[in-house]
Antibody, heavy 115, light 110 residues
Framework: EVHLVESGGGLVQPGGSLRLSCTGSGFIFSRSWMTWVRQAPGKGLEWVANINQDASSRHYVGSVQGRFAISRDNAKNSAYLQMNSLRVEDTAVYYC????????WGQGTLVTVSS | QAVVTQEPSLTVSPGDTVTLTCGSNTGAVTSGHYPHWFQRKPGQAPRTLIYATSSKYSWTPARFSGSLLGGKAALTLSGAQPEDEAEYYCLLAYYGVGEVFGGGTKVTVL
């Protein structure tokens, strides 16, 4: 069974930083693209970033470009989202997700950006 | 950035069939966009129902199916059940750029 666990969320002031982690099990992590998705209060799902199997390809939604960085450590079956220069509008539940034939989601971690 | 459009809401009677669509402002949706469909119920993490246009998972109820229809991706629910009441999101991949979710369709089973 596919299992994804996010951690690292919390309350941070505008301009601050957080690092989210996602650890996977039940699938071959090193063969999977990893994706971060967020959902702000009262809003729909928003794709944030993804990273390919060997970290040679990374993509970001425009609103986080230059502020967020996605990475992975296949030895630890983990993906990360380093979030810098956080803004109030980054407040959301952040999910990691695996697409295609794996099809798994984590339970999400809440990030609140507020003074 | 591309914009992906979905019907904001649809109402279906139990046992009826409904089709949700997912379009792109960049042109026709093709298999190259690898359309995915997700179900989201309140208080739960999203669940993936369909990947790569029409492929299902072991947990995908047989009444859900995916296809391409009239230049859009489509999710068809054949024989709606009360437990299918949820929000449904599509996700399209844009090569070399990233991915975009649609705004979601709220399905009410009444």
């Amino acid at each position: 069974e596919v299992h994804l666990v996010e951690s690292g969320g919390g309350l941070v002031q505008p301009g601050g930083s957080l690092r989210l982690s996602c650890t996977g099990s039940g699938f071959i992590f090193s063969r999977s693209w990893m994706t971060w998705v967020r959902q702000a209060p009262g809003k729909g799902l928003e794709w944030v970033a993804n990273i390919n199997q060997d970290a040679s390809s990374r993509h970001y939604v425009g609103s986080v470009q230059g502020r967020f960085a996605i990475s992975r450590d296949n030895a630890k079956n983990s993906a990360y989202l380093q979030m810098n220069s956080l803004r109030v509008e980054d407040t959301a539940v952040y999910y990691c997700m695996v697409k295609y034939d794996v099809g798994g989601w984590g339970q999400g971690t809440l990030v609140t950006v507020s003074s | 950035q591309a914009v992906v459009t979905q019907e904001p809401s649809l109402t279906v009677s139990p046992g009826d069939t409904v089709t949700l669509t997912c379009g792109s402002n960049t042109g026709a949706v093709t298999s190259g966009h690898y359309p995915h469909w997700f179900q989201r119920k309140p208080g739960q993490a999203p669940r993936t129902l369909i990947y790569a246009t029409s492929s299902k998972y072991s947990w995908t109820p047989a009444r859900f199916s995916g296809s391409l229809l009239g230049g859009k991706a489509a999710l068809t629910l054949s024989g709606a059940q009360p437990e299918d009441e949820a929000e449904y999101y599509c996700l399209l991949a844009y090569y070399g750029v990233g991915e975009v979710f649609g705004g979601g369709t709220k399905v009410t089973v009444l």
